[in-house]
């Protein structure tokens, strides 16, 4: 199973972050997959911020709830991260991955970094 992650590494405050995940190898849509967005801001430490379900199901890091969705395209066998009204504190190195039910990761995109600035 591989995930390809695609999208602009560079942000500007107040716009929307927006990622892509396109997985080869399995479907999104297959029983207990879990497909997450995890992030490492520099200096810190990885930071789980949301997924979606093989079913459809969204949960998201509580602080981020306002600003973040994540949803699946089945058609594509993608699934995508957008966060809204970004700051320079969503500068982070951001990964997608894929998990069997609560277990830990099992398979992560290449990373994309991505900065927030004018």
């Known amino acids: 199973i591989q995930l390809q992650q695609s999208g602009p590494g560079l942000v500007k405050p107040s716009q929307t972050l927006s990622l892509t995940c396109t997985v080869s190898?399995?479907?999104?849509?297959?029983?207990?997959?879990?497909w997450s967005w995890i992030r490492q801001p520099p200096g810190k430490a990885l930071e789980w911020i949301g997924y979606?379900?093989?079913?459809?199901?969204?949960y998201y890091k509580a602080s981020l709830r306002s600003r973040i969705s994540i949803f699946e395209d089945t058609s594509k066998n993608h699934f995508a991260l957008q966060l809204s009204s970004v700051t320079p504190e969503d500068t982070a190195l951001y990964f997608c991955?894929?998990?069997?039910?609560?277990?830990?990761?099992?398979?992560w995109g290449q990373g994309t970094q991505v900065t927030v600035s004018s």
């Open positions: 979606i379900t093989y079913s459809g199901e969204t």
């Open positions: 991955a894929l998990s069997l039910g609560d277990t830990p990761p099992a398979a």
């Open positions: 190898g399995a479907s999104i849509g297959t029983n207990k997959y879990v």
